[in-house]
């Protein structure tokens, strides 16, 4: 069975701080993350994908991934409320399958 | 460009029924996948289809759950006869699929808006 595991949360950071979500997978032929995020009774909007060892980044968010200790990370710079959610870490396996963690639910306070 | 489309939005029946779902996936996309998420399991992978052939069925969790894709442009989830534990959010997302000499790479997913089904 390929895991991939979040702390379920809620994280809660205040306005303009670095928030920081985590994710360990258990499939070491893993081959790309993803990072989605799901407001409340919507449907997940990707973020960021990951391919290579190293960080990734795009205006506020930057994703990490070490895929020796096989883990993966986003965090969010200048937090701010609209980025209250729910954060899927995504991984696309060996088999070519995308295997989603339960989310973390952050919470940005104002 | 229109995302992935899907109907009904919500849906309520009642056990025993049979229940549709259609999904329109965003236009050039090759590969279909259906989800289901639930607040104790997350967001599973049901089925997805490559070229409107099913790859993988693994997820489907028992013969009352069907998939169909006739075209490139439609694909149907059946649920008969419908039971009130299929309650959850159904989610259909595209992506492209392309082949390389080594293993074939894709495009990340998009998810359509999601059917919400309640089963009473």
Known sequence: QKEVEQNSGPLSVPEGAIASLNCTYSDRGSQSFFWYRQYSGKSPELIMFIYSNGDKEDGRFTAQLNKASQYVSLLIRDSQPSDSATYLCAVKGSNYKLTFGKGTLLTVNP | ?120
């Open chain 2, 1 to 120: 460009d229109a995302g992935v489309i899907q109907s009904p939005r919500h849906e309520v029946t009642e056990m025993g029924q049979e229940v549709t779902l259609r999904c329109k996936p965003i236009s050039g996309h090759n590969s279909l996948f259906w989800y289901r998420q639930t607040m104790m399991r997350g967001l599973e992978l049901l089925i997805y289809f490559n070229n409107n052939v099913p790859i993988d069925d693994s997820g489907m969790p028992e013969d009352r759950f069907s998939a169909k894709m006739p075209n490139a442009s439609f694909s149907t989830l059946k649920i008969q006869p419908s039971e009130p534990r299929d309650s959850a959010v159904y989610f259909c997302a595209s992506s492209l699929l392309f082949s390389t000499i080594g293993p074939p790479l894709d495009q990340p997913q998009h998810f359509g808006d999601g059917t919400r089904l309640s089963i009473l």
